[in-house]
């Protein structure tokens, strides 16, 4: 007898529900079982592509295939009423940030998912990434307190295709994706925000933001807007500097040394945050414990 696989329905067909693909598509426990997504055509062309059965609605998918789990990946716009269809089935639901197009609709769709039959997760795949995984391993080895620099990057672009709402809520859209990772390397709870400098000219501006947590640990934040700088993480200890620039990469540089270290690991033509996240999906759904974040923590 095979070993029982794990049915994954995907909802959306843009540019994550294809990383999603790809990564599912490689693991044999896994069975993609359809799509759907809002533009019947896109989803027959994203189904005939990867080899999967695409269907005119979500409870069309469910009641014909009977997934265990739900990757949600569609527009900022149209998730809360995704989400609200999706909660009277009894499935794990995987879903990509930000939960809400802004915090106030965050705080509904978290108060109404509470009487929801699905169990919902939020995706922030880059926690997940090789060089972020194994700088969480090394700073388990230091006790010393921390602080973790982030710079953020982002353009308001009015004339591109993105709705002009995700633009006006476009810091929470987008800078989610870095702020989260406060999380990820700071200790305790947070005492503190404070913001230092709000800088303005005509074309571009500045944000320089001071988080203090209960462990003495601390976040600086700056965000360029409209001005070019890559974004990055620095985390530093007493022992270590840990370098993330771009944030896929990582450079560790020694107490009393020059040299920079450049740690290397695994190219594939898949996001291996992704390919992480999906282990920790399966472990969740295999063991009924959570091991990825919840909407409360989003």
Known sequence: MGVKKIKIGIIGSGYMAQEYIKVLKNIKKIEVTGVVSRNLKKTEKFASKNRIKFFSSIDQLYNKTKPDAFIIAVSELSLKKVLIETFKFKTFNLVEKPIGINLKESNLITKISKNAKS??????????????????????KDKSKRIVFIQDQEYQN??????????????????????????VFCRGKILSVKNKIKFKNKNYSLILSEIKFDSGDLGIY?????????????????KKNFTLRP????????????????????????????????????KLIEQDK?????????
């Open 247 to 282: 944030i896929e990469k990582l450079f560790v540089q020694e107490n009393k040394s020059r040299k920079i270290k450049k740690i290397t690991f695994n190219s594939d033509n898949y996001k291996h945050g992704i390919l992480n996240q999906i282990k920790l999906l399966i």
């Open 290 to 298: 959570e091991f990825l974040p919840n909407f409360e923590d989003s």
């Open 119 to 140: 169990i919902n997760f939020v995706a922030f795949n880059r926690r997940h990434y090789d060089n972020i995984v194994f700088t969480k391993k090394e700073l388990k």
């Open 158 to 183: 009015y004339n591109s295709n993105i709705p002009r709402k995700v633009i006006k809520n476009w810091m929470y859209a987008n800078s989610i994706h870095l702020i989260d990772l406060f999380y």
């Open 222 to 238: 700056k965000c360029l807007w409209n001005t070019p700088g890559p974004w990055s993480v620095s985390v530093n200890t007493e």
